[in-house]
């Protein structure tokens, strides 16, 4: 069982940043790739970024390479969304995600914890 807890999501300007924070519970963490979606009003949720289980590896979306950066932290259970360059368009609620194998992944399926979720809303 992992629990999932996001923080760091808020109100923010066009061109600015926030960094998101997921905490994980459980010892499987450093076992497991994590995600980033997010979902915008009246829209499905999409995938954002993704990161192996090591760290060493890492996938974005095409809206938000570039702007967006994944990392982890093992000894801490944590994993991170540094969000620059901020748009009105990634105004949306953030899902954090636990993966069932140790690769990235862009896939809802390839994720079977998933946290609360924090509102990033970026103003124009």
């Known amino acids: 069982q992992v629990q999932l807890v996001e923080s760091g999501g808020g109100l923010v300007q066009a061109g600015g940043s926030l960094r998101l924070s997921c905490a994980a519970s459980?010892?499987?963490?450093?076992?497991?790739?994590m995600g980033w979606f997010r979902q915008a009003p009246g829209k499905e949720r999409e995938f954002v970024a993704s990161?192996?289980?090591?760290?060493?590896?890492?996938m974005y979306a095409d809206s938000v390479k570039g702007r967006f950066t994944i990392s982890r932290d093992n000894a801490k259970n944590t994993v991170y969304l540094q969000m620059n360059s901020l748009k009105p368009e990634d105004t949306a609620v953030y899902y954090c995600?636990?993966?069932?194998?140790?690769?990235?992944?862009?896939?809802?399926?390839?994720?079977?914890?998933w946290g609360q979720g924090t509102q990033v809303t970026v103003s124009s």
């Open positions: 459980g010892r499987t963490f450093s076992s497991r790739a």
């Open positions: 990161i192996s289980e090591s760290g060493l590896r890492t």
């Open positions: 995600a636990a993966g069932r194998g140790t690769r990235e992944n862009l896939a809802e399926g390839g994720y079977d914890y």
